[in-house]
């Protein structure tokens, strides 16, 4: 068997590779100076942390201030799924079942289904979700990971050989595609993860089918807990935060990951995998499991949740790296785009509410809002901003799935689950309209060399 790691072999070999490592440390270094002095768009954003435009699209609208008298004002944030705004998308969503179909049906075509458009999508959605017994068996169950999004990778990568058309990049096959994707993702999710508490922690392993007649929320629940049961506040409630997370802007990373690959003619497989390589990326979609392991923190120190100055006391510190990670964020805390509210985080944390009260954590909840409030406040004197930072999605979409018995490990899947459809729409529309390959440019800041024969280096 190969090595596994560089402190396996031998102290000559370690030696070396510490070696090789201060090789790539001094090679890999920039003169940050040089960022400024040929205005590099670090991160692809100007110099007040706007994105630099790249593309355009119809699918959704992102919206943080209101231009008055052409002064930008920082507004309410807004969050628009083909034109439609989320609130008035999720107003009377207690009136209706399940919801994630409908805005999957949105964002892939334009427009909400009637009711005969929606019944039929959901059957075709219902049809193209299983998976057969040979790929659960050799692609799930066969070295599982214990990071479910690498599983997720390695399943849909695998997909592409069970596809009898795979490389048709034409609107009518990834069309197909996506559907199977959006339908097929919840179960290689779930069955990963069932297969890594099989595998690595000896736990009962339970496979089991979808319920054609369940909307996606709900399988997502029966499959995954060993009783199949669930209650109807709960499916309502991650349905809602599958809504909630479908989509957001063609310029967050996975989405713009999205874009850039597809512009290369490349499958879907490979383009949607691309995407969840960059979802897995603790900065983008793993943001609410750190958000989770900091109350878990500030629980440890805090034994009184109801003590707000213990628990000024300790954000502070977590401000000044010395406590929690020592990385000196409030994570949860603030967003790239939205200024004063993010919609989503308004919208999920009424029914985060509503769960606690069913789940008994009501006093949870309250420390919750809690650290919302004050990290607000202190965020605001420490960084001397003009403005309010906001708490985001994140901060109570981790408790969300604790309530709802979602293990940590699918935290950053579950967001994938619901953000494929948002990745699909963007794929799509970037092939209808034929864009140019996404190549933008890299300034070369080192030195021309002359070469030197091996013997005379």
């Known amino acids: 068997m190969a090595k596994r790691s560089i402190m396996e072999m031998g102290p000559k070999a370690r030696e070396q590779f510490d070696e090789l490592v201060q090789y790539c440390m001094a090679s890999g270094a920039i003169n940050l100076d040089l960022y400024e002095e040929y205005d590099v768009k670090r991160g692809l954003r100007d110099a007040n942390g706007k994105g630099v435009l790249t593309g355009l699209t119809e699918i959704s609208d992102v919206v943080s201030y209101k231009t008055i008298e052409g002064r930008k004002i920082p507004s309410d944030g807004e969050l628009y799924y083909q034109g439609y705004n989320i609130c008035e998308l999720v107003k009377d969503f207690d009136k209706r079942r399940f919801c994630f179909e409908e805005t999957t049906y949105l964002l892939l075509f334009g427009e909400l289904p009637n009711e005969k458009q929606l019944e039929s999508f959901k059957v075709i959605l219902a049809e193209m979700q299983e998976l057969s017994g040979q790929f659960v068996r050799d692609v799930i169950m066969k070295a599982p990971s214990s990071n479910i999004m690498n599983a997720l990778q390695k399943g849909i990568l695998t997909l592409y050989s069970y596809d009898p058309n795979p490389d048709d990049i034409s609107v009518p096959n990834v069309l197909r595609q996506s559907l199977q994707l959006i339908s097929k993702v919840p179960l290689i999710s779930v069955y990963a993860y069932h297969a890594y508490l099989h595998f690595k922690k000896d736990a009962t392993l339970v496979i089991r089918n979808p319920d054609k007649s369940c909307s996606i929320a709900e399988n997502i629940l029966r499959m995954l807990r060993y009783d199949g049961k669930y209650t109807p506040l709960e499916a309502k409630i991650l349905d809602m935060a599958l809504v909630l997370h479908a989509e957001h802007g063609g310029g967050n990373n996975s989405t713009f990951t999205t874009h850039v690959v597809s512009t290369t003619g490349t499958?879907?497989?490979?383009?949607?995998?691309?995407?969840?390589?960059?979802?897995?990326?603790?900065?983008?979609?793993?943001?609410?499991?750190?958000?989770?392991?900091?109350?878990?923190?500030?629980?440890?120190?805090?034994?009184?949740?109801?003590?707000?100055?213990?628990?000024?006391?300790?954000?502070?510190?977590?401000?000044?790296?010395?406590?929690?990670?020592?990385?000196?964020?409030?994570?949860?805390?603030?967003?790239?785009?939205?200024?004063?509210?993010?919609?989503?985080?308004?919208?999920?944390?009424?029914?985060?509410?509503?769960?606690?009260?069913?789940?008994?954590?009501?006093?949870?909840?309250?420390?919750?809002?809690?650290?919302?409030?004050?990290?607000?406040?202190?965020?605001t004197i420490q960084r001397q901003l003009f403005k309010p930072v906001c708490a985001n999605v994140d901060f109570y979409s981790g408790l969300v799935y604790s309530m709802l018995e979602i293990p940590e490990e699918l935290f950053t899947p579950i967001f994938t689950i619901s953000r494929m459809s948002g990745w699909c729409a963007h794929r799509l529309e970037e092939l209808v309209n034929n864009g140019k390959i996404i190549r933008p440019a890299y300034k070369f800041v080192g030195v021309h060399k002359d070469y030197k024969e091996l013997d005379k280096r």
Do not use: C
Not at 298 to 320: F, V
Not at 357 to 378: D, H, M, N, P, Q
């Open 267 to 379: 499958d879907s497989y490979s383009a949607i995998t691309a995407s969840i390589g960059s979802l897995k990326g603790p900065r983008h979609g793993g943001a609410n499991m750190k958000v989770t392991q900091m109350f878990a923190d500030i629980k440890a120190h805090i034994s009184d949740w109801d003590d707000e100055d213990k628990i000024r006391e300790y954000l502070m510190k977590i401000l000044n790296k010395e406590a929690f990670d020592r990385a000196g964020l409030i994570y949860g805390m603030g967003h790239a785009v939205y200024t004063l509210s993010d919609p989503r985080k308004i919208i999920l944390k009424d029914y985060a509410k509503q769960l606690s009260v069913e789940k008994g954590r009501e006093k949870e909840f309250k420390l919750y809002e809690t650290v919302e409030r004050i990290a607000s406040e202190l965020i």
